[in-house]
């Protein structure tokens, strides 16, 4: 068969030939930025779910759902190198640049270009070691405390406030939220609740880990009637089999339905998976139909593929001693998994293993479910583990 006709695009944040299963979840984001922006409130979004289960592509579709709504759009990826004000500052100064060429009075753009200057004149941001600035004078006692809990809300009102004044609206899409320290958090929770307090146009819709629905709770306990949390989990069977099916039926060619119950079955339904297997089986077909024997085939390089790309490169990332309390998890079979367990097959004391669980945590390797219980982030992690104890490392 023709790979160069593969319809399939195993990938972080790919967007799948059919991107199935996600109905309810676009449509809410729909109704959301069409509220907003007609100056009614609703609830922003914080997409949780595992790896590998399109949350990127979620944010993605969003962010064309905003642009064609006419929004302007500001899309970020939180990591643990980078603060929150950094992140935020430019393109939100694009985005005064870009309501500042619309026709219509000035008033509220240049108070958020005043405040903009405060805001970073405060922080003493610097952008690829480049002094980051605005020639203008800035507006003393907004956005310029020094503190992100108060200058952070006040930027984005101002910034609302602009966009409200040229009848547009501002969408903030902010993926991996869970890497955002706790202030900085708290910071966008508190902008977002003066969002909805004021009705002003600016939607915060966010993705992470599982742990993101507790994060948020904890660091401000009305989060909980700011947003909604749709869980993104492994896609239902008739949608899966859609996603299999339906791009190479596209195609002109065809799959077996033994083929498709085993990419199901080796795949767990996880969006990622599916492609890779799909992608795979593809390549590795001499012609129609797709045969279950093919698909066995496919398991071997689809694996081998994960093992070097999606799972070593996290792998790589950990201490001795976490790649140690991950493996003695993958021991005890599927999680969740309880602590005081994993401490039993390492002979050691539940209390040593606190140090380690927190980095791993911190990392994004696995999250709490429960109380004295820990899971991994990433599916199939666990057989991927097992495949290489005694590797060496």
Same mark, same amino acid.
């Given at each position: ?41 609703? *609830? ?175 660091? *401000? ?173």
């Amino acid at each position: 068969m023709d790979s160069v006709k593969n319809p399939f695009s195993p990938g972080a944040g790919s967007r799948p030939p059919e991107l199935v299963g996600r109905e309810t979840v676009i449509e809410t984001a729909r109704v959301l930025l069409a509220r907003v922006k007609s100056g009614r409130s609703e *609830k922003s979004m914080m997409l949780t779910g595992l790896r590998g289960v399109g949350k990127t592509v979620l944010l993605n579709e969003m962010q064309h759902l905003a642009e064609e709504q006419g929004y302007e759009t500001v899309a970020l990826e939180a990591h643990e190198d980078k603060a929150l004000p950094a992140m935020l500052a430019p393109p939100l100064r694009r985005v005064l640049y870009k309501l500042d060429r619309m026709a219509g009075t000035k008033d509220k753009i240049r108070r958020g270009f005043a405040v903009m200057r405060s805001f970073i004149g405060s922080l003493q941001l610097t952008i690829d070691d480049v002094r980051f600035g605005l020639d203008i004078e800035p507006e003393r006692g907004l956005a310029d405390s020094g503190d992100i809990e108060y200058d952070i809300p006040d930027l984005l009102e101002v910034i609302a406030e602009a966009a409200r004044e040229r009848g547009s609206a501002i969408a903030l899409l902010i993926d991996e939220l869970q890497y955002f320290n706790g202030k900085e958090l708290s910071a966008l929770i508190m902008a977002m609740h003066r969002m909805q307090q004021r009705q002003l146009p600016l939607v915060l819709i966010g993705a992470g880990l599982p742990i993101l629905p507790r994060l948020a709770g904890e660091s *401000k306990s009305y989060a909980e009637r700011l947003f909604a949390f749709p869980m993104i989990g492994p896609l239902e069977t008739l949608d899966a089999e859609r996603a299999i099916r339906d791009p190479i039926l596209h195609e002109g060619e065809s799959i077996d339905s033994e083929a498709v119950t085993e990419i199901l079955r080796i795949t767990q339904r996880y969006p990622y998976f599916l492609q890779e297997w799909g992608y795979q089986a593809w390549n590795l077909a001499e012609k129609s139909p797709i045969t279950v024997s093919v698909v066995k085939a496919a398991t071997d390089k689809s694996i081998q593929r994960l093992d070097e790309n999606f799972f070593r490169v996290r792998f790589d990332r950990l201490t001795q001693g976490e790649k140690k309390l991950l493996r003695a998890a993958a021991e005890l079979g599927e999680g969740p998994y309880r602590i005081a367990d994993i401490a039993g097959v390492m002979k050691l004391k539940v209390a040593s293993l606190g140090p380690r669980r927190a980095q791993l945590i911190q990392k994004g390797m696995v999250y709490s479910p429960a109380h004295g219980e820990l899971a991994f982030t990433v599916p199939l992690f666990d057989d991927f583990l097992r495949r290489t104890m005694g590797a060496g490392e």
